[in-house]
């Protein structure tokens, strides 16, 4: 583990311990660093209407694009309570896909620090992109 990525699991757990998770009991933190070198934390926070959940992946950059930071996402770390580390879902890697760039790498870790690194494109090819829009 690089000191930035130990930066962002610590990040990551810190968060992963106030997840809202009375639903799925799946306990997700996550922890994404921008482009300025800021590191932004999130947690799942889930809702008793399913539909209002949001993923911890989610709430880091959401928080990050809130507080002003630049925005373009150069690694992502995501960590569960699971012994095999979670990846992002769908919705997450649509989220991750806006402010990506073809460096941004995600780790997927468990709490014990067991940790799996992927370029992003590798596990979200061909990704709809603000690019399409132009
Ligand atoms: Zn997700």
């Known amino acids: 583990m690089t000191e930035i990525q130990k930066k962002l699991f610590d990040a990551a757990c810190d968060a992963q311990k106030r997840a809202h998770a009375p639903y799925s009991s799946a306990f997700i933190g996550a922890a994404v660093l921008m482009a300025d070198g800021s590191i932004y934390s999130g947690c799942n926070v889930e809702n008793a209407s399913f539909g209002g959940t949001v993923c911890a992946e989610r709430v880091a950059i959401f928080k990050a694009v809130s507080e002003g930071a630049p925005k373009q996402v150069k690694e992502v770390l ?3 309570d699971a012994e095999k580390p979670w990846p992002p879902c769908g919705f ?9 760039t073809e460096q941004t790498m995600i780790h997927t870790a468990n709490l014990q620090g067991k940790m799996k690194s992927f370029a992003f494109p590798e596990i979200f090819p061909e990704a709809f992109t603000p690019k399409h829009l132009d």
């Open 78 to 80: 995501v960590v569960s």
């Open 92 to 100: 997450c890697r649509q989220v991750i896909a806006e402010f990506a």
